[in-house]
């Protein structure tokens, strides 16, 4: 038995939002070295703060400006830190309940070891040289020893939340990496295409030919195993033309874009028919693959000049 | 013991646009959760349970979203679910808010569904490139179109019906101030003279990527007794699934979706679709879509759907007309587009539809289906409680 594949699999994407106005507030103010917290119906300052009361459900929007010092409410010693956090050295994760508010913020306190941290213990912000509107203004935190108090040279109060040049909107990259196999059946499928030979599964039940096969059918909810080999010839049974050039692709339009029968199989897989002006193209067309070196799946499809194949004969694999 | 009554007796929705990039994603689920409140007179305090739907975490890259929503749907303290089943996902959500309803779980229930395409990737979303397979070499509606020459192959519809559709919905549209696409300028010659995207697929013919939410207040018989307006009662209600792909899957009829319309006439008592239901809110995300709908739900014999179209039984001031709101090809923002269907239905047989709102609509279908033709969810609302 062929060995099962695997690979690396990393899928990112930076994502926009946009804030509307607490979250704008809340992001505009780290830039300008301000923290805000937001005021709920019970008179609690919430930091980071949110745009609905989590008691009363109602749009709240008093603003309040709270201290750069805080206290340690909890933490947790980070021994490896991974790719995108805060700091690169080992760190605590902590919650820190800022002199001002009563809810506590999630960040990173830079500390020699796990034993120079203890929940109680008083820090400040360490602000990052450039900000630009994110949470990671806030660099990190750092052991800060003396009272509670406000910050430098500024009264913590009520604020408007205004700014000069607000932000609207962030940039929120998103990142997937792990490891993807595709499993057994489908190894199986792309070691044969190395061959050229396109190999599927017979479900033991209905009889039909999964390619590519899956290792058990959808409809009868049993593993498959028996190999057959189908094509490599097959039937166009319904097709696109694709006037519009994808991203990605770097295909020259017109295409066609087909479903196509192999001989033998028991659903279309999809694939570009070439070697026929597009507009020549039809349900019916006999056609096989066409192979270029190295490739692992064949590059199109082109027409073997045979009768086109009756409607009746794949009219069930559409 | 029988199930409870559902009656639809709030429904708020959004102005469906490109980009609201005014507000955040909770901002945007509360203004249409806001404005289902006001239509049924209740305030947060009334909402027993909430169930929220969307399309994939992935597209707008926000994992779980329901946990962060929870503050702005007035959710905490209160049971919260969230639905997922594909472009199908509004409908669904709707039903399982109703079957808390009916099974007495809770006496009043808002559900809500909501998409902000403008900050997502739909397309990335769904063609993630996996290692050692064949990239998908067609984009959207590459998907959708072999499916609609196979529709067109089989039921020999002439190549002008889709135009058809797409022009009705968007006239449609006009009259429905929460629709994404006022084309005010919008002619047939328009239609069938825009590029052909995907042939047989042209660029007027596809649905708009768009912003939206659209929330409903489900309630029992004593709510609807107090609700202020008439409430929309459901008739009847089901959800089916179907792998994607499979041998002998029929693209153009899918089995799973005969099967969900064949259960809510049950549940409803329908016995002929055609004579007993007035009109229809679908999921028409590509114009071809409408006639092969009507078939696939018992509107038309196989292949006859597009008779239906062409004959004008489809339009406003038709015997059945079909997407009075302007339909998915006039708003989508996908997450919501299923929810809006239903809420449509309801408005009608409510006679809330302002504008688009039709003379005779005392049973009308919603329908929603999604993840390539895997999920379907419909429901059947009258303007009269249900019998027995
Ligand atoms: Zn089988």
Same mark, same amino acid.
């Given at each position: 038995?062929?060995?099962?594949?695997?690979?690396?699999?990393?899928?990112?994407?930076?994502?926009?939002?946009?804030?509307?106005?607490?979250?704008?507030?809340?992001?505009?103010?780290?830039?300008?070295?301000?923290?805000?917290?937001?005021?709920?119906?019970?008179? /609690?300052?919430?930091?980071?703060?949110?745009?609905?009361?989590?008691?009363?459900?109602?749009?709240?929007?008093?603003?309040?400006?709270?201290?750069?010092?805080?206290?340690?409410?909890?933490?947790?010693?980070?021994?490896?830190?991974?790719?995108?956090?805060?700091?690169?050295?080992?760190?605590?994760?902590?919650?820190?309940?800022?002199?001002?508010?009563?809810? !506590?913020?999630?960040?990173?306190?830079?500390?020699?070891?796990?034993?120079?941290?203890?929940?109680?213990?008083?820090?400040?912000?360490?602000?990052?040289?450039?900000?630009?509107?994110?949470?990671?203004?806030?660099?990190?935190?750092?052991?800060?020893?003396?009272? #509670?108090?406000?910050?430098?040279?500024?009264? #913590?109060?009520?604020?408007?939340?205004?700014?000069?040049?607000?932000?609207?909107?962030?940039?929120?990259?998103?990142?997937?990496?792990?490891?993807?196999?595709?499993?057994?059946?489908?190894?199986?499928?792309?070691?044969?295409?190395?061959?050229?030979?396109?190999?599927?599964?017979?479900?033991?039940?209905?009889?039909?030919?999964?390619? #590519?096969?899956?290792?058990?059918?959808?409809?009868?909810?049993?593993?498959?195993?028996?190999?057959?080999?189908?094509?490599?010839?097959?039937?166009?049974?319904?097709?696109?033309?694709?006037?519009?050039?994808?991203?990605?692709?770097?295909?020259?339009?017109?295409?066609?874009?087909?479903?196509?029968?192999?001989?033998?199989?028991?659903?279309?897989?999809?694939?570009?028919?070439?070697?026929?002006?597009?507009?020549?193209? /039809?349900?019916?067309?006999?056609?096989?693959?066409?192979?270029?070196?190295?490739?692992?799946?064949?590059?199109?499809?082109?027409?073997?000049?045979?009768?086109?194949?009756?409607?009746?004969?794949?009219?069930?694999?559409? | 013991?029988?199930?409870?009554?559902?009656?639809?007796?709030?429904?708020?929705?959004?102005?469906?646009?490109?980009?609201?990039?005014?507000?955040?994603?909770?901002?945007?689920?509360?203004?249409?959760?806001?404005?289902?409140?006001?239509?049924?007179?209740?305030?947060?305090?009334?909402?027993?349970?909430?169930?929220?739907?969307? !399309?994939?975490?992935?597209?707008?890259?926000?994992?779980?979203?329901?946990?962060?929503?929870?503050?702005?749907?007035?959710?905490?303290?209160?049971?919260?679910?969230?639905?997922?089943?594909?472009?199908?996902?509004?409908?669904?959500?709707?039903?399982?808010?109703?079957?808390?309803? &009916?099974?007495?779980?809770?006496?009043?229930?808002?559900?809500?569904?909501?998409?902000?395409?403008?900050?997502?990737?739909?397309?990335?979303?769904?063609?993630?490139?996996?290692?050692?397979?064949?990239?998908?070499?067609?984009?959207?509606?590459?998907?959708?179109?072999?499916?609609?020459?196979?529709?067109?192959?089989?039921?020999?519809?002439?190549?002008?019906?889709?135009?058809?559709?797409?022009?009705?919905? /968007?006239?449609?549209?006009?009259?429905?101030?929460?629709?994404?696409?006022?084309?005010?300028?919008?002619?047939?010659?328009?239609?069938?003279?825009?590029?052909?995207?995907?042939?047989?697929?042209?660029?007027?013919?596809?649905?708009?990527?768009?912003?939206?939410?659209?929330?409903?207040?489900?309630?029992? /018989?004593?709510?609807?007794?107090?609700?202020?307006?008439?409430?929309?009662?459901?008739?009847?209600?089901?959800?089916?699934?179907?792998?994607?792909?499979?041998?002998?899957?029929?693209?153009?009829?899918?089995?799973?979706?005969?099967?969900?319309?064949?259960?809510?006439?049950?549940?409803?008592?329908?016995?002929?679709?055609?004579?007993?239901?007035?009109?229809?809110?679908?999921?028409?995300?590509?114009?071809?879509?409408?006639?092969?709908?009507?078939?696939?739900?018992?509107?038309?014999?196989?292949?006859?759907?597009?008779?239906?179209?062409?004959?004008?039984?489809?339009?406003?001031?038709?015997?059945?007309?079909?997407?009075?709101?302007?339909?998915?090809?006039?708003?989508?923002?996908?997450?919501?587009?299923?929810?809006?269907?239903?809420?449509?239905?309801?408005?009608?047989?409510?006679?809330?539809?302002?504008?688009?709102?039709?003379?005779?609509?005392?049973?009308?279908?919603?329908? &929603?289906?999604?993840?390539?033709?895997?999920?379907?969810?419909?429901?059947?609302?009258?303007?009269?409680?249900?019998?027995?």
């Amino acid at each position: 038995m062929p060995e099962v594949l695997q690979a690396p699999l990393v899928v990112e994407f930076p994502f926009t939002r946009s804030l509307g106005p607490v979250q704008s507030a809340f992001l505009t103010g780290l830039r300008e070295g301000v923290v805000l917290g937001v005021r709920t119906g019970d008179g /609690r300052t919430l930091v980071p703060p949110v745009e609905y009361d989590p008691v009363t459900a109602e749009e709240i929007s008093d603003l309040v400006e709270v201290a750069h010092t805080g206290t340690v409410t909890t933490w947790a010693w980070n021994h490896e830190p991974r790719r995108g956090q805060p700091l690169d050295t080992p760190f605590a994760w902590v919650l820190v309940r800022l002199d001002g508010a009563d809810t !506590a913020l999630l960040h990173a306190l830079d500390a020699p070891g796990p034993d120079a941290v203890r929940t109680g213990m008083r820090v400040r912000i360490r602000w990052a040289v450039e900000r630009t509107g994110a949470i990671t203004d806030i660099a990190c935190f750092e052991p800060y020893d003396a009272e #509670p108090g406000p910050p430098a040279g500024r009264q #913590p109060g009520r604020h408007t939340g205004e700014f000069q040049n607000p932000l609207t909107g962030i940039v929120a990259p998103a990142r997937l990496d792990y490891t993807y196999s595709p499993g057994r059946a489908q190894s199986a499928y792309i070691d044969a295409l190395a061959t050229q030979r396109t190999v599927g599964e017979r479900c033991p039940s209905c009889r039909k030919v999964y390619v #590519p096969p899956r290792g058990a059918c959808p409809t009868c909810g049993v593993a498959t195993s028996e190999q057959v080999e189908v094509g490599p010839r097959g039937t166009v049974t319904t097709f696109c033309i694709v006037n519009i050039k994808a991203k990605n692709l770097d295909i020259e339009v017109p295409y066609v874009y087909a479903h196509i029968a192999l001989d033998g199989a028991g659903l279309a897989l999809h694939a570009r028919i070439g070697g026929i002006p597009y507009e020549e193209v /039809r349900m019916g067309l006999r056609v096989e693959p066409v192979w270029t070196q190295g490739a692992r799946y064949p590059d199109h499809y082109r027409p073997t000049g045979e009768p086109d194949a009756d409607y009746d004969a794949y009219k069930e694999l559409l | 013991m029988s199930k409870e009554p559902v009656a639809v007796v709030g429904i708020g929705q959004t102005k469906h646009v490109a980009a609201r990039r005014d507000v955040s994603i909770a901002g945007l689920v509360r203004e249409a959760a806001r404005r289902a409140l006001e239509d049924a007179e209740l305030s947060w305090a009334d909402v027993d349970a909430v169930v929220i739907g969307k !399309a994939p975490d992935f597209f707008e890259g926000v994992m779980m979203p329901e946990l962060y929503l929870a503050d702005a749907l007035g959710a905490v303290g209160k049971p919260m679910l969230r639905v997922h089943t594909a472009g199908s996902v509004g409908g669904s959500t709707a039903l399982v808010a109703a079957n808390l309803v &009916a099974a007495r779980v809770h006496g009043t229930v808002l559900t809500l569904a909501f998409e902000k395409q403008s900050e997502s990737n739909a397309m990335w979303g769904l063609s993630l490139p996996v290692p050692f397979q064949q990239p998908l070499l067609a984009g959207a509606g590459g998907f959708f179109a072999p499916h609609v020459r196979a529709y067109m192959r089989r039921s020999g519809a002439p190549d002008t019906v889709g135009s058809l559709v797409a022009y009705k919905d /968007r006239r449609n549209a006009l009259k429905n101030p929460c629709a994404h696409l006022h084309e005010h300028d919008i002619t047939l010659e328009k239609v069938q003279a825009s590029p052909m995207l995907w042939d047989p697929i042209r660029y007027s013919e596809t649905c708009p990527s768009s912003d939206g939410a659209c929330a409903m207040v489900l309630t029992d /018989r004593a709510g609807a007794a107090r609700a202020p307006r008439p409430p929309a009662w459901m008739l009847g209600g089901a959800m089916r699934s179907e792998p994607t792909l499979f041998a002998g899957k029929d693209f153009v009829s899918p089995q799973a979706g005969k099967d969900c319309a064949a259960d809510v006439y049950r549940q409803a008592g329908v016995a002929d679709p055609r004579r007993d239901i007035d009109a229809v809110e679908m999921y028409v995300p590509f114009s071809w879509y409408e006639p092969m709908w009507l078939e696939n739900l018992g509107f038309a014999e196989a292949g006859e759907g597009w008779k239906l179209t062409e004959s004008g039984v489809t339009e406003l001031d038709g015997d059945l007309p079909v997407n009075m709101s302007g339909g998915v090809l006039s708003a989508n923002p996908i997450g919501a587009s299923g929810m809006i269907r239903f809420a449509e239905a309801a408005l009608q047989v409510r006679g809330q539809a302002g504008e688009h709102q039709l003379e005779r609509a005392r049973k009308v279908l919603g329908h &929603a289906y999604g993840g390539g033709s895997q999920f379907f969810s419909m429901w059947l609302v009258g303007a009269a409680p249900p019998q027995s």
